[in-house]
T-cell receptor, first 116, second 113 residues
Framework: EAGVAQSPRYKIIEKRQSVAFWCNPI?????LYWYQQILGQGPKLLIQ????????DSQLPKDRFSAERLKGVDSTLKIQPAKLEDSAVYLC??????????????FGEGSRLTVL | AQSVSQHNHHVILSEAASLELGCNYS??????LFWYVQYPGQHLQLLLK??????LVKGIKGFEAEFIKSKFSFNLRKPSVQWSDTAEYFC???????????FGAGTRLFVKA
């Protein structure tokens, strides 16, 4: 099965600018997660989608972050305006097929954001 | 709230040394447990997992982990590390009711050749 695709791999912006990240999860998988991984920390869940509906966005800073998953396939994560503390790797993940209830995840390579 | 604690942030070992990385979690219900590994320049990938049954689970590349329910622990072990094991290791927990996977802060392992 194809993996989780993410773009761009790297992005450098200045604070107060906006940025968007794109994810295409494993084909046919209904569940999609966005995680934020700050240097020296473990991945932190930002939002969980089931098809095009949000299951959990309790950790998403909604004043500046937004995410959508139109048509239940691709997803975009947007930050506007960006702050210095948003510098991190943004990871998209799909559960292993049949693995929604196990928590086992496939990760994309991530999008590394640097905010200057 | 669910949380995961990894005891060591950085570990340096010589080749052939034994490895044990500690992981404790806080959650009172039923959990699934994981160790993920991130090799330099690569994405996170699953090393091993525990869902139920034998609390001693074996993963890829000679790694194993033991689930001790009474201690809320899931420590990772390898009898003899290799230079190629240099990577960052993350313990993760999912409560089976919420399907939300929480990660520890990670342990960065460096193996000297």
């Amino acid at each position: 099965e194809a993996g989780v695709a993410q773009s761009p791999r790297y992005k450098i912006i200045e604070k107060r600018q906006s940025v968007a990240f794109w994810c295409n999860p494993i084909s046919g998988h209904a569940t999609l997660y966005w995680y934020q991984q700050i240097l020296g920390q473990g991945p932190k869940l930002l939002i969980q989608f089931q098809n095009n509906g949000v299951v959990d966005d309790s950790q998403l800073p909604k004043d500046r972050f937004s995410a959508e998953r139109l048509k239940g396939v691709d997803s975009t994560l947007k930050i506007q305006p960006a702050k210095l503390e948003d510098s991190a790797v943004y990871l998209c993940a799909s559960p292993r097929e049949g693995g929604l209830r196990t928590g086992e995840l496939f990760f994309g390579e991530g999008s590394r954001l640097t905010v200057l | 709230a669910q949380s995961v604690s990894q005891h060591n942030h950085h570990v340096i070992l010589s080749e052939a040394a034994s490895l044990e990385l500690g992981c404790n979690y806080s959650y009172g219900g039923t959990v699934n447990l994981f160790w993920y590994v991130q090799y330099p320049g690569q994405h996170l990938q699953l090393l091993l997992k525990y869902f139920s049954g034998d609390p001693l689970v074996k993963g890829i590349k000679g790694f194993e982990a033991e689930f001790i329910k009474s201690k809320f622990s899931f420590n990772l072990r390898k009898p003899s590390v290799q230079w190629s094991d240099t990577a960052e290791y993350f313990c993760a927990v999912m409560n089976t009711g919420g399907f939300k996977t929480i990660f520890g802060a990670g342990t960065r392992l460096f193996v000297k050749a």
